[in-house]
C-alpha cells in the first residue's frame, strides 16, 4: 500500500500542540456558550429567513461550540475529504521516472507539518464558521453544524468589554447566512464543490514543476510586481486554466462573503447597537503586522478580506438600481453569478442582466 502523500497524523499532532485548546473557560462560560449561541443560532435563523428570503432546505440550523483543538479536528476532516483525489493522482505520480521526490515518509511527514502550521494559526483567529465541505451523505446526525470557536468568542469580548449576547447574535447571523446561502440555494453547495474540484484536478504534482513556478514568482517580487494579492501563494503558482477557476471561486467568495456582511448588518439592526463597535474590532484584528502579516499574504486572506469589501460593494450597487429583487437573480443558476471583475465593476453585471444604467455623472 502506498504511504499516504499527507500524514494526517502529523498534521494533527502539530496543530494540536501549537493551537492549545485556548484559555480555559470554567464550566459555567462553556455552558452559558452552548445555552447562548444554541437559542441565538435558532433566532439567527428566522431573522436570516425575513431578510434574505432564503429557506434552508437542511431543516433547522445547529451550533456546536468547539475549543481551538476541536475546530482543528474539523477541518482536518474536510482537508482529508477535498484532497482524497489530489492525494491518490500524488500518489500515482511517485512512481514516475525521472521525479524529484523526497523518500514518501519524509513527504508525508513534511506536508502534514505544513498543514498543521496553517490549521494552527487559523484556529487562533477564527470566531465561527459554516463548514459546506464536510457534509456527507453518511451520518447526517454528525454534519450539518455551525460551529463556534469558544476560546476565540470569550477573549474578544473580554479584551473588548463587549456585551456577550449582542456579539454572539451577530456572529451567529453571518455563519447562519453562510448556510442559508449554501443550504438554501438549491445548486450552490454542489457548484461550490465542482470548482474546487475543478481547481485540484489541475494540480501538477512534479515538483520540479513547482520549483519552476517558485522562481517564476521570486522574478516577479523582484520585478516589484505583487503576485501574492490575487489569492495567495496558491493563485500565484497556478496555470493559467487554474487560474480562471480561482478567479471564478474569489468571485463567489466575494459575493457570499460580502453578502453576508450585509445581512448580518441589516438583521441586527434592531437588536445589536453594538454592531459598528464589533465591526471596527474585527477590522483591526485583521490588520497584521510582522510573521502574521506575511502568512496572511501567503494564504490569501489580505486579497481575501479586500473581496469581501468588494462584495459589500456589489450587492448595494446592484440593489440600488432594481432592490433586492434584481439581486436575488445570483441564485438563480451558476450563469448568474457574477464574476471577479463584475464584483469589481457592477456595471458589467447589470448590462448582461439587461439592465440599463445611466452614465455618470
Not at 474539523?74 to 482537508?79: E, G, K, Q, R
Not at 442559508?180 to 454542489?190: L, S, Y
Not at 485540484?200 to 503576485?227: K, N
Request: aromatic content about 6%; overall charge neutral; charged content about 30%.
Amino acid at each position: 500500500m502506498s504511504p499516504p502523500v499527507v500524514s494526517w497524523t502529523q498534521a494533527r499532532r502539530v496543530a494540536t500542540a501549537i493551537a492549545g485548546a485556548g484559555e480555559g473557560l470554567v464550566s459555567y462560560e462553556r455552558d452559558a456558550l452552548d445555552a447562548d449561541l444554541a437559542e441565538l443560532t435558532a433566532l439567527a435563523e428566522v431573522l436570516v429567513e425575513r431578510e434574505t428570503g432564503l429557506r434552508s432546505a437542511a431543516g433547522p440550523a445547529r451550533a456546536r461550540v468547539v475549543d481551538r483543538v476541536g475546530w482543528v479536528e474539523v477541518n482536518l476532516a474536510s482537508f482529508q475529504r477535498l484532497l482524497r483525489p489530489l492525494e491518490d493522482r500524488l500518489a500515482a505520480a511517485r512512481s514516475r521516472p525521472g521525479r524529484l521526490a523526497l523518500p514518501p515518509g519524509l513527504e508525508a511527514a513534511a506536508s502534514g507539518v505544513q498543514v498543521g502550521v496553517l490549521l494552527a494559526w487559523m484556529s487562533r483567529r477564527v470566531l465561527g464558521q459554516y463548514d459546506q465541505l464536510l457534509v456527507e451523505d453518511d451520518c447526517p446526525d454528525q454534519q450539518d453544524f455551525v460551529y463556534y470557536v469558544g476560546p476565540n468568542i470569550v477573549e474578544l469580548e473580554r479584551r473588548y468589554g463587549f456585551p456577550p449576547r449582542e456579539l454572539r447574535l451577530w456572529l451567529a447571523l453571518h455563519e447562519v447566512t453562510h448556510r442559508a446561502q449554501f443550504t438554501g440555494v438549491p445548486w450552490m453547495r454542489d457548484h461550490f464543490l465542482s470548482l474546487v474540484s475543478r481547481t485540484l484536478a489541475g494540480v501538477d504534482p512534479d515538483p520540479r514543476r513547482l520549483l519552476e513556478s517558485l522562481r517564476r514568482l521570486v522574478a516577479d517580487l523582484r520585478a516589484g510586481e505583487r503576485p501574492l494579492d490575487e489569492g495567495g501563494l496558491l493563485a500565484a503558482l497556478a496555470t493559467p486554466e487554474q487560474r480562471a477557476t480561482i478567479q471564478e471561486i474569489g468571485g463567489l467568495m466575494s459575493l457570499l462573503e460580502g453578502h453576508g456582511d450585509i445581512v448580518m448588518d441589516r438583521a441586527a439592526r434592531d437588536r445589536v447597537p453594538n454592531a459598528d463597535r464589533f465591526s471596527a474590532a474585527l477590522r483591526q484584528r485583521r490588520r497584521q503586522r510582522g510573521a502574521t502579516r506575511v502568512l496572511s499574504s501567503l494564504v490569501g486572506l489580505d486579497a481575501k478580506m479586500r473581496q469581501y469589501e468588494q462584495g459589500e460593494d456589489f450587492v448595494r450597487e446592484v440593489e440600488s438600481v432594481g432592490g433586492r429583487e434584481l439581486f436575488d437573480r445570483v441564485w438563480e443558476a451558476p450563469e448568474w453569478l457574477p464574476s471577479l471583475p463584475e464584483i469589481r465593476q457592477p456595471r458589467r453585471w447589470l448590462e448582461r442582466a439587461g439592465v440599463t444604467v445611466p452614465a455618470a455623472g
